[in-house]
């Protein structure tokens, strides 16, 4: 049996690059021999984390990591992320050990942070989709952190030399579609070296419930480049009655946000589980985003899918590729008048329902358990 070490740098706050990361780790320890070794981004000596983002090596990770590859042997490493802790020194380990490794892109960032300057971060454009930072807020300096400098700095430094590694390493990169291939392409990395490779969804034990409240449901980061003040706007041109948006999340709009729409029909959840989440949306008419955002595999809208409820997004990096050809509550990106009109639609119940249906078909197909497996089996093959 193949073995495998998955290594990932955990965020502060589970986003849902830790669920989708936990959720494969389950999955592949069905079919290989699976170990995990997690970091997280507790400092407990500020005077040698400084000296890890300087050098883009943490010894005391290093050591833990070289420790788990004497006793476990894998034959394959599996990263995902590795700000800031894990730091960029594991593919040094990694290279040493003559392990062969597979690198899973979750995110855009590596994009934004491979620059000191925020001419070489924008490109003759005035807002990055990728972060959603605004170029006019940013100045000379790709000041990435808005509260710092100096943290900036150190996330460039990373990010520099984050991308020579992902162009130059013999290592093969996992993206979660083909917009993102086709991206990193377009940025000089090798398309021989990337392989298409989504996200594992499950939640068979989920179903669909009927609610006497009808509601439609948003979930994740409370922020500007997240549209969610757009979203709001958009559902209260709805005009529905009866029908409430719920809000589930947090982050730096929450307290605006509360404050400016002090609405009956607009529902401020906080932070829930992945789990809480699922109970809330199972009874929803539909989920809503309105990201200004390429996302990478937005798994609300997969989770949605796989129930059957209908979604409404933009049509923006590659979230289309998550839905089934001739999908129609897609809506043109920073069109809200669209928005308002697809929020419409998903109380048309025969278009909810087709939609629902077939967005279920075609992402149970899509992220049916065999095929992902028999896909990075060829990937391991072609390591």
Not at 6 to 31: F, Q, S, T, W
Request: hydrophobic share 35%; proline share 2%.
């Amino acid at each position: 049996m193949k073995k495998i070490l998955v290594i990932h740098n955990k965020y502060r706050n589970i986003g849902g690059e830790d669920i989708a990361v936990d959720k494969e780790v389950e999955l592949l320890k069905n079919y290989y021999d699976v170990q995990t070794i997690y970091y997280s981004n507790d400092i407990k000596n500020y005077f040698m984390q400084l000296l890890s983002f300087f050098s883009n090596t943490n010894i005391n990770s290093t050591r833990r990591l070289k420790s788990i590859i004497q006793e476990f042997n894998p034959d394959f490493a599996y990263v995902h992320n590795t700000w800031f802790n894990a730091s960029l020194g594991v593919f040094k380990v990694l290279n040493n050990h003559g392990i062969k490794t597979i690198l899973k892109l979750h995110n855009f960032r590596y994009d934004c942070t491979k620059s000191f300057f925020s001419s070489k971060h924008f490109e003759n454009k005035d807002k990055c989709n990728a972060c959603g930072l605004n170029k006019n807020d940013i100045g000379f300096f790709n000041k990435y952190f808005d509260d710092s400098y100096i943290k900036s700095l150190l996330v460039s430094r990373y990010g520099k030399k984050y991308f020579d590694i992902l162009k130059n390493n013999d290592l093969r990169v996992l993206v979660l579609t083909k917009f993102h291939k086709d991206y990193l392409t377009n940025l000089g990395l090798n398309r021989e070296k990337i392989d298409i490779y989504p996200n594992y969804l499950d939640i068979e034990n989920i179903k669909r419930e009927s609610s006497p409240d009808k509601y439609i449901v948003y979930a994740g980061r409370i922020s500007e480049e997240k549209g969610v003040e757009e979203l709001i706007d958009a559902f209260i041109k709805c005009k529905l009655n009866n029908v409430k948006l719920k809000i589930i999340g947090e982050g730096p709009m929450l307290g605006y946000l509360k404050d400016s729409y002090s609405n009956p029909n607009i529902v401020f959840l906080g932070i829930k589980s992945n789990k809480e989440v699922l109970e809330i949306m199972k009874k929803s008419m539909g989920v809503v985003s309105a990201t200004k955002l390429y996302e990478g595999q937005p798994m609300l809208l997969c989770e949605a899918s796989s129930l059957g409820i209908p979604s409404v997004f933009p049509n923006s990096g590659g979230i289309l590729e998550f839905f089934p050809k001739n999908y129609q509550l897609f809506f043109k990106q920073f069109d809200y008048l669209d928005l308002v009109n697809k929020i419409k639609l998903i109380f048309d119940s025969n278009v909810s329902k087709q939609e629902g249906q077939e967005s279920k078909k075609f992402i149970e197909s899509y992220l049916d358990k065999e095929k992902l497996i028999k896909k990075f089996d060829e990937v391991l093959n072609d390591v």
